[in-house]
């Protein structure tokens, strides 16, 4: 139950550490696994002075788009069982709908391969 | 079909039931129920709660029936006749006294011997 102001860990390796959910792009009032947000740095990697790529790099206080992966609030799978994770995660991506980072360091779950987020499944270590 | 076994409890989930539970620290956890998913977040050992497959086994609790059902098959033994021979007369023969039996025995020795002497002194002659 992903909504304005909630706060989100970033599990890819684009820079960012921590976001905060500005705008939920979907007709309803929480956002869920699979689920596309629009965010805001809250916190992220120091960047390295003097390095060409710290252009595009992220900063705190950018606003991006990013793809919810694992949310607290427990999932129903088709078989009725319930899912559940520890915490509340994504990985941003660019307007192309492909992620920002090159790797995804945990595990994600398994409704993003029902909704089609290929590229984010095949990158992460494991899926549950 | 795929039977869980519940990380808590231990009971059987069969599909369709239950809630599974991903840590952070990326380890799954299978639950049957609230009731035993509820004791797993208030960090409740399964060892000290009665009901659960670990208390139960640690305590010996509905074996015992089980053990005393699979005592080892002991051979037994009983008397019976054999051809020929009734049980009585077996009887009678183990239970003479020692003395008797000794006699016996002597003068069976006497008679074969003599019987022996007699068989020899015929081939000789």
Redesign the interface.
């Known amino acids: 139950m992903i909504q304005m102001k909630s706060r989100l860990s970033v599990i890819d390796n684009s820079g960012a550490l921590i976001v905060e959910c500005i705008k939920v792009l979907r007709n309803a009032k929480w956002a869920s696994v699979g689920d596309e947000i629009v965010v805001s740095v809250k916190n992220a990697r120091p960047i390295a002075d003097g390095s060409a790529i710290s252009a595009n790099r992220i900063k705190k206080g950018d606003v991006r788009r990013a793809l919810i992966v ?1 949310t607290k609030k ?1 999932i129903r799978r088709p ?9 509340n995660a994504c990985v941003l991506i660019n307007s192309q709908k492909q992620p920002i980072g090159s790797r995804i360091l ?2 994600v779950s398994r409704e993003l391969r029902e909704k089609n987020w290929i590229k984010v499944v095949s990158l992460a270590p ?1 899926v ?1 | 079909m795929k039977l869980e076994i519940c990380s808590f409890s231990g009971f059987k989930i069969y599909p369709g039931h239950g809630s599974l539970f991903v840590r952070g620290d990326s380890r799954i956890f299978h639950f049957i129920s609230s009731k035993s998913e509820s004791l797993f977040h208030q960090a409740k050992n399964p060892r000290k709660i009665s009901w659960t497959v670990v208390y139960r086994s640690l305590h010996r609790k509905g074996i015992s029936e089980e053990v005393s059902k699979k005592r080892t098959r002991r051979t037994v033994k009983y008397n019976r006749a054999i051809i020929g021979v009734s049980w009585e007369a077996i009887q009678n023969r183990r239970n003479e006294k020692p003395e008797v039996r000794a006699a016996a025995r002597k003068s069976a020795v006497e008679k074969a011997k003599a019987l022996k002497k007699s068989g020899v002194k015929k081939t000789s002659a």
């Open positions: 694992r427990e078989d009725g069982r319930f899912v559940r994770f520890d915490d945990s595990l494991k549950v």
